[in-house]
């Protein structure tokens, strides 16, 4: 599985997630979104309605009878990641059930970077997490450390 972890800088959460669960709907996976807070789901599912203006990503929230066929699925936990959709956590909150998915997008603000570096490291031995690192350098992302 591969782990990125994304660190924010300067630019809001509600801004970050839908570009980058843009392209993962351009690669044709499915995306599970998490988010602990209902607040940061009701912002984020404003943000995935607004992101174009002629257009949305198309979303739905875990619970839902649509659920399954979402391409984006709000969550509050990512008990229900797996090797079908791609995990992306948005609060800064690392969770280890995300790893059950192929790929894992871990967001975090400067507020949360001792969780992110303890995350990094819980990671370093494990023969199966590639790990990459990404940090906002103006508007793009740059691979760091």
Known sequence: MRVDFYQLGGRPVEEVVPQLAAKVLESGAKL???????????????????FEPASFLPHG??????????????????????????????????RDAALASERVFYLFGQDRLDDARAAWRGLADRDDAARQYWKQDGGRWREGP
Do not use: F, H, K, Y
């Not at 998490?34 to 599912?45: P, S």
């Open 32 to 50: 599970l979104l998490v988010a602990g807070e209902e607040t940061l789901r009701a912002r984020l599912d404003e943000a995935l309605w607004t």
């Open 61 to 94: 929230a875990a619970g839902e009878d649509s659920e399954a066929c979402q391409p984006i699925l709000l969550a509050e936990n990512a008990d229900t990641a797996g090797t079908d959709r791609l995990t992306m956590l948005a609060d800064g909150l690392w």
